[in-house]
């Protein structure tokens, strides 16, 4: 393919992909690993979540526990 006809197939200042089979997102290492590391972020933060809501579930329920023991030993 001349540069030409490359040109015309382009939008205005996108490149063409690395790959012609690869979106024009995903064209090439760099941003391979950009997107790659977005999705561990995600998941990383997914997994910072979970654990800050099952550890102040813990807590929670043990003082729950302990205040309705208090409570029911007062009586």
């Known amino acids: 393919m001349s540069a ?7 939008p205005s200042g996108v490149p063409a ?7 024009r997102r995903r064209s090439g ?6 997107v790659d590391r977005g999705d561990v972020e ?3 933060l997914k997994r910072i979540g979970l654990i800050v809501a099952a ?5 929670s329920l043990i003082l729950g526990v302990a ?4 409570d029911w030993r007062s009586h």
């Not at 205040?67 to 208090?70: A, D, E, H, R």
């Open 42 to 44: 995600k998941r990383e």
């Open 29 to 34: 290492i760099v941003a391979d690993v950009m």
């Open 55 to 59: 550890f102040v579930f813990t807590i």
């Open 17 to 23: 992909p690395a790959f012609p089979g690869r979106s």
């Open 4 to 10: 030409s006809q490359r040109a015309s197939r382009e």
């Open 67 to 70: 205040l309705f023991l208090q």
